[in-house]
């Protein structure tokens, strides 16, 4: 059975000043790939969300972009604001949910997290992450991954159990415990050296 999974889109301006919702088809596609239906979109009324956590079978936070803490922009903290509403509102109904490099930044910081650090290793390169705890999930001792993001998360919330690090320390991989909300720093729907085993992962996530 296909899961429909809801995936947030970044938000820009466009040349009339008109707020677009932008999201990389390649989403699309993967999810294909690995079972899952992809779809996007932007509300504002609480009803409205409650009714994406209601209807899908899951969420997926994307990347792409800085949270409001790290660059203070009127299209960051909407974005921000829609999509912790969007967590609460799945968490709740006990649906799955994957925070993507930005929304890894977004969720930690929520949590109480304010250490970011920029990071020029990390952007648009490939990398070996290695595990520090291992379960039936997260079971691999290193993953080759991909890397875009400006910002490295150095420490998580206790709320939060991490598996994966990388050779400077940067936290790539953590589950908040508990529940079925999931954090990687790398872009699955992107090319990764390891992708057959990343999918395979994301297969049982959102089994």
Same mark, same amino acid.
């Given at each position: 059975?296909?899961? @429909?999974?809801?995936?947030?889109? /970044?938000?820009?301006?466009?040349? #009339? /000043?008109?707020?677009? %919702?932008? =999201?990389d088809? +390649?989403?699309?596609? #993967? =999810?294909n790939?690995?079972n899952?239906?992809?779809?996007?979109?932007?509300? +504002?009324?609480?009803s409205? %969300? *409650?009714?994406?956590?209601?209807?899908? +079978?899951?969420?997926?936070?994307?990347?792409?972009?800085?949270?409001?803490?790290n660059?203070?922009?009127? =299209?960051?903290?909407?974005r921000?604001?829609?999509?912790?509403?969007?967590?609460?509102?799945?968490?709740? *109904?006990?649906?799955?949910?994957?925070?993507?490099?930005?929304?890894?930044?977004?969720y930690? &910081?929520?949590?109480?997290?304010?250490?970011?650090?920029? &990071?020029?290793?990390?952007?648009?390169? !490939?990398?070996? %992450?290695?595990?520090? /705890?291992? &379960?039936?999930?997260?079971?691999?001792? /290193? =993953? @080759?991954?991909?890397?875009?993001?400006? #910002?490295?998360? !150095?420490?998580?919330? &206790?709320?939060l159990?991490n598996?994966?690090?990388?050779?400077?320390?940067?936290?790539?991989?953590?589950k908040?415990?508990?529940? @079925?909300?999931?954090?990687?720093?790398?872009?699955?729907?992107?090319?990764?050296? +390891?992708?057959?085993?990343?999918?395979?992962?994301?297969?049982?996530i959102?089994?």
């Amino acid at each position: 059975m296909i899961k @429909n999974v809801f995936i947030t889109p /970044k938000l820009e301006f466009n040349k #009339y /000043k008109k707020i677009e %919702i932008i =999201l990389d088809k +390649d989403w699309f596609s #993967y =999810l294909n790939s690995i079972n899952l239906r992809g779809f996007t979109g932007f509300f +504002d009324k609480i009803s409205e %969300i *409650n009714y994406l956590s209601q209807y899908f +079978d899951g969420l997926i936070v994307s990347g792409g972009g800085d949270v409001y803490k790290n660059k203070k922009t009127k =299209l960051n903290k909407l974005r921000d604001n829609f999509e912790l509403k969007l967590i609460n509102s799945f968490l709740k *109904n006990k649906k799955t949910i994957l925070c993507i490099c930005r929304g890894f930044q977004l969720y930690s &910081n929520h949590l109480g997290n304010n250490i970011f650090k920029k &990071n020029k290793n990390h952007v648009k390169t !490939q990398h070996t %992450i290695y595990s520090v /705890k291992q &379960n039936s999930l997260f079971k691999f001792k /290193k =993953l @080759n991954t991909n890397s875009f993001h400006n #910002y490295s998360i !150095q420490k998580t919330s &206790n709320k939060l159990e991490n598996f994966f690090i990388s050779k400077d320390g940067c936290i790539e991989i953590s589950k908040l415990k508990s529940k @079925n909300l999931f954090c990687f720093m790398f872009h699955p729907e992107r090319k990764n050296k +390891d992708q057959e085993k990343i999918n395979l992962i994301l297969r049982k996530i959102f089994k």
